[in-house]
């Protein structure tokens, strides 16, 4: 794997359909760049002001917009291949292959412009590298619409994904941004994703007097929060896992009721098999909510751990139901499980928000308190430092007078020495 190398990958389930068959759902495409290991910001030195960039970063913004729209072909791409799953395309398949085409063949123009901007050889040479790959695909886009066929479009992605990653070697490797005692930064243009990194990177030479006793005073109050928000995302995953049962129970009461056949109630069975064992994995992950509800310390999980012991009660039902082979009265069960997951899940949500709320007045009035702090820290040293400077001409005052004193005895016993 070498830097500025392209990953792409994507994720997908499968399972066993209502009627038997295999079925596979695919995600999104998602991207993972190799970035060179000594791609870095750092803070530099520099003498005089700040050095402005010049065409190059104009370019290297330019190639990021362009394999950002590459990106999104890729995307667009992906997403009608994972829709044409059947023997025959859809009805909007040529169309929307012609909005890709298109598409990319307004990339191929803007890159052609980019073509004529960049100097240097080794760009040009990677910029023709991109515009063959980017033709060859508006080739491969038009073979698909023509022929209304999937095929093509899947050798397209191959080179649409090739052309993202050229795009991505035409961006610069070392950003260095410099800040001279008058405050001077490097100016120049640079592609969004740099912009970002350099907005994180801190470059500051002022003193520091009250930050660390701040950092230390400011309560935390943000493990609470998350520990609630996590209750809260696993309620909501329980609502939503306990329907997606409810509907598969459903249709397989409606199979129940019609089975015939021997080989039919044998399906029967091994469906009701899985969907068993699916319940008792909710009623498991409903234990782990309410353990989590007795650990934490809010106030909102005291009531709300009472009311998910009673839809425990429900799914344990529904469990039971399953284990007797008793579908309908184990749909009844979850269906007023999931009812009170819901009313559960919304009214958690509620009180989470509420104690957010309060958690974020709490926080602002003490960071007020501390800031007011601050501001008396700062006027009793200002205070304090102008009574040691009155003091020291004082003390410099008295030690002048005492000095003269001491000279002119000095001159008393030298001219009583002389009388002598």
């Known amino acids: 794997m070498q830097p500025d190398s392209l990953i792409s990958y994507y994720l997908f389930a499968e399972d066993i359909a209502a009627d038997g068959k295999p079925r596979r759902i695919s995600s999104d495409m998602f991207f993972m760049e190799v970035r060179h290991f000594e791609e870095i910001f750092r803070q530099g030195q520099s003498a005089g002001g700040g050095s402005k960039g010049g065409k190059s970063g104009g370019n290297a913004e330019k190639a990021e917009k362009l394999a950002e729209q590459q990106k999104q072909i890729i995307n667009a791409t992906w997403k009608i291949i994972r829709r044409e799953i059947k023997s025959t395309v859809s009805t909007a398949f040529k169309e929307?292959?012609?909005?890709?085409?298109?598409?990319?063949?307004?990339?191929?123009?803007?890159?052609?412009?980019?073509?004529?901007?960049?100097?240097?050889?080794?760009?040009?040479?990677?910029?023709?590298?991109?515009?063959?790959?980017?033709?060859?695909?508006?080739?491969?886009?038009?073979?698909?619409?023509?022929?209304?066929?999937?095929e093509p479009l899947t050798n397209a992605l191959s080179t649409e994904q090739a052309s993202y990653q050229l795009l991505l070697k035409l961006r610069a490797r070392e950003h260095r941004v410099s800040q001279n005692k008058n405050g001077g930064g490097s100016k120049g243009g640079g592609s969004s994703r740099s912009q970002n990194q350099l907005q994180q990177l801190e470059l500051t030479n002022q003193k520091q007097r009250y930050e660390t006793e701040n950092q230390a005073s400011m309560p935390q109050a943000t493990q609470p929060d998350r520990e609630s928000l996590q209750i809260l995302n696993r309620l909501r995953e329980l609502a939503q896992r306990q329907k997606d049962l409810n509907e598969q129970l459903k249709a397989l009461?409606?199979?129940?009721?019609?089975?015939?056949?021997?080989?039919?109630?044998?399906?029967?069975?091994?469906?009701?098999?899985?969907?068993?064992?699916?319940?008792?994995?909710?009623?498991?992950?409903?234990?782990?909510?309410?353990?989590?509800?007795?650990?934490?310390?809010q106030p909102s999980s005291t009531k709300s751990r009472r009311e998910l012991e009673q839809t425990r009660n429900h799914l344990q039902q529904s469990s039971e139901s399953l284990k007797e082979g008793q579908i309908s009265r184990a749909l009844n069960s979850g269906t007023r499980a999931q009812q009170q997951l819901d009313q559960l899940k919304n009214d958690f949500r509620k009180k989470t928000a509420n104690q957010f709320a309060d958690t974020m007045r709490g926080l602002k009035q003490q960071a007020e308190q501390l800031d007011e702090k601050q501001k008396q820290i700062g006027a009793q040293l200002n205070q304090q430092q102008q009574q040691a400077q009155a003091q020291e001409r004082k003390s410099l005052r008295r030690n002048q007078g005492q000095q003269e004193l001491a000279n002119q005895l000095q001159e008393q016993e030298d001219r009583l020495k002389n009388l002598m």
């Open 253 to 297: 009461a409606d199979k129940q009721r019609f089975a015939k056949t021997d080989q039919e109630r044998e399906e029967i069975e091994r469906q009701l098999k899985r969907l068993r064992e699916r319940q008792r994995e909710l009623l498991r992950k409903a234990d782990e909510v309410a353990q989590r509800m007795d650990q934490s310390k």
């Open 96 to 150: 929307d292959v012609g909005t890709l085409k298109q598409a990319q063949q307004a990339l191929v123009t803007a890159t052609l412009e980019l073509a004529a901007k960049v100097k240097e050889q080794k760009s040009k040479a990677i910029i023709e590298s991109i515009t063959a790959k980017m033709q060859e695909t508006v080739a491969l886009l038009d073979s698909s619409q023509e022929a209304g066929n999937v």
